[in-house]
């Protein structure tokens, strides 16, 4: 039986983004390893490995992890090896380099890379890890069209692909009708006149919710009230509460934690916002888009490749806050303009499932067939 393993730091990676995948393997009699921080708990996967993957990439826990990696790729023999994101897939190739195992067809999909192609010493630091260890990928994909530039530049793979991310679920995004929009603002103590903001994704230094809530702060509350929501857990939560307390932005600030049914804050939610110093094809945009929402996006790769300024949504400097801000009151106040970005917040059919699947699973065939 062929097996195929695969690899990302958290398992939740795994279950909300490529179920999908693991079905198709599944389908086609494939036996299916993950390892990931975390264990995914799935009908699909036969074993599931739990590892520690620290965001600090050079950390000893890191370098047991490839160990221990390693230790289980000379064991198992798989056939078809498949990393995500920056973290894993630098774990995961720097253990098959040192497991000395050469038949895995080894795939590796950027969710997006942690640096740019700059001098700064992050930048070199992460490019000369992805470069030593690109001679171990045989098929590379990107999802935004600075990190495709950059693959290439530096050849970062033997094959480089261009991808519309990994596919969203149309169906786990259905329509409310106003009597069940109005269960779910009862239910979390919002307004009918409210206006809500929504910022989805995990609380981190790179996803930057602490501008959010300054912005917030200078709102002012007497021209229409406000409600944000966060929706997420991770390592700067308490910080960010912490903050909307000293700010005095508390009652208007809901942090829900992590949140599976997702779409219930999508569709009482008047507007997204996502402040990010870098992505890599975000799915809270994606997903915001789907149920036609107007969003305030950070000008950056990922965001970029989704919005266009003033048409489906407004894009701000991170270096400049009073832009967020600008564009929150924009959104609060006028309320043509806002009709006018709604009108246009769509999703294309590129970026759903039933068109990305196919892509995907061909490039993964055409090497181990």
């Known amino acids: 039986m062929k097996k195929v393993l695969f690899c990302a730091s958290r398992a939740s990676h795994i279950v909300y983004f490529h179920r999908s995948y693991l079905e198709y393997y599944k389908q086609m009699g494939w036996e299916i390893h993950i390892v990931t921080e975390g264990i995914v708990d799935l009908p699909e996967v036969d074993r599931s490995i739990d590892l520690s993957f620290s965001k600090r990439h050079f950390s000893g826990s890191n370098l047991k992890t490839i160990l221990k990696l390693a230790a289980l790729i000379r064991k198992e023999k798989y056939q078809l090896i498949s990393s995500h994101a920056t973290l894993a897939g630098l774990i995961c190739r720097g253990a098959i380099m040192l497991s000395g195992y050469r038949k ?122 406000v409600k944000l929501l966060f929706a997420g857990d991770g390592n700067q939560l308490e910080a960010c509460k912490q903050q909307a307390k000293k700010l005095g932005i508390e009652k208007n600030v809901l942090f829900l934690g992590r949140i599976d049914q997702i779409n219930s804050l999508y569709q009482i939610a008047d507007a997204a916002i996502s402040a990010s110093f870098s992505e890599g094809l975000p799915f809270n945009i994606m997903e915001a888009l789907l149920c036609h929402l107007p969003i305030i996006a950070s000008e950056v790769k990922g965001h970029v490749d989704l919005l266009e300024n003033g048409v489906n949504g407004l894009l701000f400097s991170v270096q400049q806050p009073r832009q967020l801000v600008s564009a929150m009151n924009l959104l609060l106040n006028d309320s043509h303009l806002y009709n006018q970005i709604k009108q246009h917040a769509y999703l294309p059919e590129r970026y759903l499932i039933d068109q990305v699947k196919p892509v995907v699973l061909n490039y993964y065939q055409q090497l181990i067939t």
Do not use: W
């Open 104 to 225: 895995a067809t080894v795939v590796h999909t950027s969710h997006g890379y942690l640096f740019e192609d700059n001098q700064s010493l992050k930048s070199k630091l992460y490019l000369a890890c992805e470069k030593l260890t690109s001679g171990r990928v045989d098929e590379l994909m990107v999802m935004n069209q600075e990190d495709y530039k950059i693959a290439n530049r530096y050849h970062l793979g033997r094959q480089i692909h261009f991808i519309d991310g990994m596919g969203i679920e149309q169906t786990h995004f259905p329509t409310y009708s106003e009597e069940e929009k109005s269960k779910v603002r009862d239910s979390l103590k919002i307004a009918k006149e409210d206006f809500v903001f929504l910022c989805v994704g995990e609380f981190s230094k790179r996803k930057n919710q602490t501008i959010i809530l300054d912005a917030l702060a200078q709102i002012d509350p007497a021209q229409r009230p």
